[in-house]
């Protein structure tokens, strides 16, 4: 069976004057469903407001545009008003209600990615809404949701129904929200164009990895993340994922070229990403990537929370700590070939600046 790996753009499932949602198809982009990876993202125009809703799938938020406010409840019923901008991760575990705000004049652009494995579909997201046109309490009959609340039934009806929206709504300019809590973003949201490098080469690259121990609350979510700045022409090395984690990446900014290898030394991916692109690279599967001179960004979840990377060219690929005899047997050369191979690459690792 062939894998279609080829990247694909998001399609919009439903908008309005408020904003819109996107999600990205396994019917289109298989490996969603293979890989049990769900991927969709969130447009809040000025005044636009998400209604609360929670999910079947655990997730990671990353801010691609814009800056806003997002409400966070977690099963202690507590609930956390975040202000967010570009550059945020917000980790979602299973149980949250969330609910997003946008009040500024510019787009707010937020991505979510996440693991669909107890979801009702596999490799995709199915929100539950707590209010509007289809909401939880628009199944319930006005009977039962009378007694739940305590409330005479032409109350239940003016609650239930006043909410027209479906999912996305767009509130007066003079409303007013909850004002976000400096306090709350400790533990719930990590900027990653702001967090310490966790890599950095000149002219090369910068990662920031989003981790347990930046943000732990990913360890609810099972999954990891990294932020990675790829300068213009250079390269990422040849490297995998020696944990079996998937990985799944949603190209930020500018564009260049990715190969994948897999099983039998088979070149399974070779194309052009651009901003909005989305690819998953399996388990075990080798990528490199090469950026075109206006560079390249990129936002990936790895399917662990953890995540542990084996490079194959550069300081830290498994090269360096072979002996000289066994990479002369295993590439049929002499010492004077396995000597020049060993020579180079000395001091770069993981981003490789261009030629000169």
Same mark, same amino acid.
């Given at each position: !069976?062939?894998?279609?790996?080829s990247?694909?753009?998001?399609?919009?499932?439903?908008g309005?004057? +408020?904003?819109?949602?996107?999600?990205?198809?396994?019917?289109?982009?298989p490996?969603?469903?293979? /890989? %049990?990876?769900?991927?969709?993202?969130?447009?809040?125009?000025?005044n636009?407001?998400?209604?609360?809703? &929670? $999910?079947?799938?655990s997730?990671?938020a &990353?801010?691609?545009?814009?800056? +806003?406010?997002?409400?966070?409840?977690?099963?202690?019923?507590?609930?956390?008003v975040?202000?967010?901008?570009?550059?945020?991760a917000?980790?979602?575990?299973?149980?949250?209600?969330?609910?997003? &705000? #946008?009040?500024?004049?510019?787009?707010?652009?937020?991505?979510?990615?996440g693991?669909?494995?107890?979801?009702?579909?596999? /490799?995709?997201?199915?929100?539950?809404?707590?209010?509007?046109?289809?909401?939880?309490?628009? /199944?319930?009959?006005?009977?039962?949701?009378?007694?739940?609340?305590?409330?005479?039934? #032409?109350?239940?009806?003016?609650?239930?129904?006043?909410q027209?929206?479906?999912?996305i709504?767009?509130?007066?300019?003079?409303?007013?929200?909850?004002?976000?809590?400096k306090?709350?973003?400790?533990?719930m949201?990590l %900027?990653?164009?702001?967090?310490?490098?966790?890599?950095?080469?000149?002219?090369?690259?910068?990662?920031?990895?989003?981790?347990?121990? #930046?943000?732990?609350?990913v360890?609810?979510? =099972?999954? =990891?993340?990294?932020?990675?700045?790829?300068d +213009?022409?250079? !390269?990422?090395?040849? =490297?995998?994922?020696?944990?079996?984690?998937?990985? @799944?990446?949603?190209?930020?900014?500018?564009? =260049?070229?990715?190969?994948?290898? /897999?099983?039998?030394?088979?070149?399974?991916?070779?194309?052009?990403?651009?901003?909005?692109?989305?690819?998953? @690279?399996?388990?075990f599967?080798?990528?490199?990537?090469?950026?075109?001179?206006?560079?390249?960004?990129?936002? $990936?979840?790895?399917?662990t929370?953890?995540?542990?990377?084996?490079?194959?060219?550069?300081?830290?690929?498994?090269?360096?700590?072979l002996?000289?005899?066994?990479?002369?047997?295993?590439? %049929?050369?002499?010492?004077? @070939?396995?000597?020049?191979?060993? $020579?180079k690459?000395?001091?770069?690792?993981?981003?490789?600046?261009?030629?000169?």
């Open positions: !069976m062939v894998l279609d790996l990247p694909k753009l998001a399609k919009m499932v439903c309005g004057n +408020g904003g819109s949602y996107s999600a990205w198809s396994p019917t289109e982009l490996m969603l469903r293979q /890989g %049990n990876i769900g991927a969709s993202k969130l447009s809040l125009l000025r636009g407001f998400a209604l609360p809703r &929670y $999910s079947d799938s997730k990671v &990353y801010v691609l545009q814009g800056s +806003g406010v997002a409400g966070i409840v977690l099963p202690e019923l507590e609930e956390k975040v202000a967010i901008k570009k550059g945020d917000i980790a979602l575990p299973f149980g949250v209600v969330t609910w997003w &705000y #946008n009040k500024e004049d510019t787009e707010l652009l937020v991505l979510f990615l693991d669909t494995s107890k979801a009702h579909k596999s /490799g995709e997201f199915t929100d539950f809404f707590l209010t509007g046109s289809n909401g939880i309490f628009t /199944g319930f009959s006005t009977e039962f949701v009378s007694r739940a609340w305590d409330l005479e039934e #032409n109350a239940v009806n003016t609650l239930v129904q006043n027209s929206g479906n999912g709504v767009k509130l007066e300019e003079n409303f007013k929200m909850p004002e976000p809590n306090a709350h973003r400790q533990g949201a %900027n990653c164009e702001e967090a310490p490098l966790d890599v950095d080469i000149k002219n090369g690259g910068r990662v920031v990895v989003l981790n347990t121990k #930046n943000l732990p609350l360890g609810k979510v =099972g999954l =990891g993340a990294d932020l990675v700045r790829l +213009g022409r250079a !390269m990422c090395s040849p =490297g995998f994922s020696c944990d079996s984690a998937l990985q @799944v990446t949603y190209i930020v900014r500018g564009s =260049g070229r990715v190969q994948v290898v /897999g099983v039998a030394g088979r070149r399974v991916l070779e194309t052009t990403v651009r901003a909005g692109c989305l690819f998953i @690279v399996p388990r599967f080798v990528v490199s990537k090469i950026a075109n001179p206006e560079g390249m960004e990129w936002f $990936s979840i790895i399917s929370p953890d995540p542990v990377f084996t490079h194959l060219a550069g300081r830290t690929s498994v090269w360096k700590a002996s000289p005899e066994v990479l002369e047997a295993s590439f %049929n050369v002499d010492s004077d @070939v396995e000597k020049l191979f060993r $020579s690459r000395t001091s770069d690792a993981i981003f490789f600046p261009p030629p000169n």
